[in-house]
């Protein structure tokens, strides 16, 4: 099978990988220079759940978060946050960890 894939950014990428995966021959047809310098390459769409409502949304970004460490741990990695902020996190969530930074 021959496939054209528009675009080149993290949704092209991920179709082109998954057909090529299953046999297919295909091409990737991208508008910019590089790939990913779209709507990808400009996003702030990092994998998170913090703050994230309703319960089951965050649970959504959980899940979203685990497949990524399964399937694409090679691409990806999760380094942390520092958040600098009045509100009081949940300090029983156990997603994330927090440690409090003092001013010593």
């Known amino acids: 099978m021959n496939v054209v894939v528009v675009g080149a950014g993290i949704i092209g990428a991920s179709i082109s990988k998954h057909l090529t995966d299953r046999g297919a021959k295909v091409t990737v047809v991208e ?3 590089a790939p990913a310098t779209a709507a990808t390459g400009k996003s702030w769409a990092w994998l998170n759940a913090n703050y994230k409502k309703p319960k089951h949304y965050r649970d959504l970004n959980l899940r979203s978060m685990e497949l990524w460490q399964r399937d694409y741990g090679h691409l990806c990695h999760f380094c942390g946050s520092i ?6 996190p949940d300090l029983r ?7 409090h930074i003092t001013q010593q």
Not at 83 to 88: F, I
Not at 94 to 99: F, G, R, T, V
């Open 31 to 33: 508008a910019a220079a």
């Open 93 to 99: 969530d156990p997603a994330y960890p927090i440690q």
């Open 83 to 88: 958040m600098l902020h009045d509100e009081r």
